[in-house]
């Protein structure tokens, strides 16, 4: 039953350097370069987390789909500031802290069903690579070195500022970076900073020290993608001043365009406001997993289909109500996944009919992706397919329908990284597993009877709380009336 899916793309992607969507068109035809700024690993990774790397695997899975090779970096800053200082309060060797959250952030987007990118380099394996940036920036008056630190110059390069679209010349701009008496100009950062006492520290040209976290991205993108990256991803917060400095250090050493396509999602909102540890509203993925009662397996896809139902540049509203509404829709999905895994309907079969159901949704379903990776529509065809199904073939699918629809949901489930769980071990909502043959036979019964009293109103209340309970009601021509759970 799968369709061929075109070599050739429209896929129009929201480009926050033009502020618009444009056609995506690679460097190199049918090859993709892409690069996301991965987590710090000094802490349990957070919900705001889990939306990025869910975003940028589920493009990394649709440009696939439709046809690229896509190579995909994600990286690891594991030395910084707030690394050392947890570090010194947990008396933990800093390279031993790293690792600790390097290994539960993997099991964490294994569970998330998260693509494990190409090469996930950590700072501290590219020292060579960012002085050797680090040193063509200050040959080309880009730089400066001062008592150890080593600093961009941001008046040198002209253009800065035109991915944040901000006017830095202003009193905002210098508020919002630290003074220092060291800098030229406040809005000058930090390429490499001098180490100090106690702190771990790399031989460099200018002395024993550290890199800056901007210069990390640039030299670990430029060495494993090229000087031109195809696409560059991070969370909305990244795109000031991190991304910003990167373009300005990554564009003055190379003299190349960094980055053609920038791609940013939106925050993890809690009560209407950024999710954040100063406001109390701060999840972790960790808790999530642990407050949940579901299969850990279960909780990740929820938590994934969470993320996937709202458009990935617009903030997403977190509470425990979402993801219980999330887990609900899945769980209509394998309803009808395991009756297509059971159906041994013999009548004939109404072959041409499913195929153009079908075929009908997949080209609803690329258009949707194709504009600028619009899960929620996406997700809605689906859902739409699983209604006409269960209204086209109430009376059952053959066998080679029931498996031909199957593969399909996982066919378009493959971009989304969805339908992942074998059918028959899906959690249902302990509501599904509770009530009663006997219970639905009793409700079954009232509604014929609301029926036979022209009763319309409590007829369709009935069918909805069976529908809430996992009971699907199919009414016969006969008059009767079929169940499953």
């Not at 106690?198 to 901007?214: I, L, M, V």
């Not at 949940?292 to 509203?317: D, H, K, N």
């Not at 996944?337 to 041409?352: P, T």
Request: with cysteine; charged share 30%.
């Amino acid at each position: 039953m799968a369709g061929k899916r075109p070599k050739t793309s429209m896929v129009k992607i929201f480009n926050s350097l033009s502020r618009q969507k444009e056609v995506f068109k690679p460097l190199i035809p049918g090859k993709v370069n892409m690069y996301v700024c991965g987590v710090t690993v000094y802490d349990h990774s957070h919900i705001g987390h889990a939306r990025s790397a869910v975003v940028f695997d589920m493009i990394a899975r649709y440009l696939r789909f439709r046809g690229y090779d896509v190579k995909l970096v994600k990286n690891f800053t594991d030395i910084d500031d707030k690394i050392i200082k947890r570090s010194n309060e947990d008396k933990i060797f800093w390279k031993d802290l790293t690792e600790k959250y390097i290994q539960e952030y993997h099991r964490e987007m294994s569970l998330l069903n998260v693509l494990t990118p190409a090469v996930e380099p950590k700072a501290t394996e590219y020292l060579p690579e960012m002085i050797k940036v680090l040193q063509g920036l200050m040959d080309k008056g880009f730089a400066y070195a001062k008592e150890g630190d080593v600093y961009f110059r941001v008046g040198a390069f002209a253009s800065y500022g035109k991915l944040s679209g901000r006017d830095l010349s202003g009193e905002d701009s210098r508020a919002r970076v630290e003074a220092n008496e060291l800098k030229e100009h406040p809005l000058d950062f930090v390429l490499w900073k001098a180490s100090k006492p106690g702190e771990p520290s790399w031989d460099s040209p200018w002395g024993k020290g550290r890199p800056g976290w901007h210069i990390e991205c640039s030299a670990m993108a430029m060495n494993l993608l090229g000087e031109t990256l195809d696409i560059h991803g991070g969370g909305e917060d990244l795109l000031f001043p991190h991304h910003e400095n990167e373009i300005a250090q990554s564009e003055g050493f190379s003299g190349k365009p960094f980055v053609r396509y920038w791609v940013h999602n939106g925050f993890v909102t809690v009560n209407q406001e950024k999710m954040s540890k100063s406001l109390g509203n701060f999840f972790t993925i960790r808790e999530v997993f642990q407050k949940i009662a579901w299969p850990e397996a279960v909780t990740g896809e929820a938590l994934r289909y969470f993320i996937l139902s709202t458009y990935y540049r617009q903030p997403v509203q977190f509470s425990d109500q979402a993801i219980d509404e999330a887990k609900n829709s899945l769980d209509r999905f394998y309803i009808l996944f395991q009756k297509c895994e059971q159906a041994s309907g013999s009548r004939k079969e109404a072959g041409d009919k499913l195929s153009q159901i079908l075929d009908k949704t997949r080209q609803a379903f690329i258009e949707a992706m194709d504009d600028d990776f619009n899960t929620p529509e996406a997700i809605a065809q689906l859902h739409l397919l699983r209604n006409e199904l269960n209204r086209e073939f109430s009376g059952g699918l053959s066998s080679r329908e029931g498996a031909g629809v199957l593969a399909f949901f996982k066919e378009l489930g493959e971009p989304l990284g969805l339908f992942k769980i074998p059918e028959k071990e899906w959690k249902f909502s302990r509501v599904m597993e509770e009530i009663s043959n006997e219970d639905v036979e009793r409700f079954i019964h009232e509604r014929q009877a609301a029926r036979k009293a022209k009763d319309w109103k409590r007829s369709d209340e009935i069918r909805k709380e069976l529908a809430e309970k996992g009971v699907i009601l199919e009414d016969r021509p006969d008059g009767g009336t079929s169940w499953r759970k």
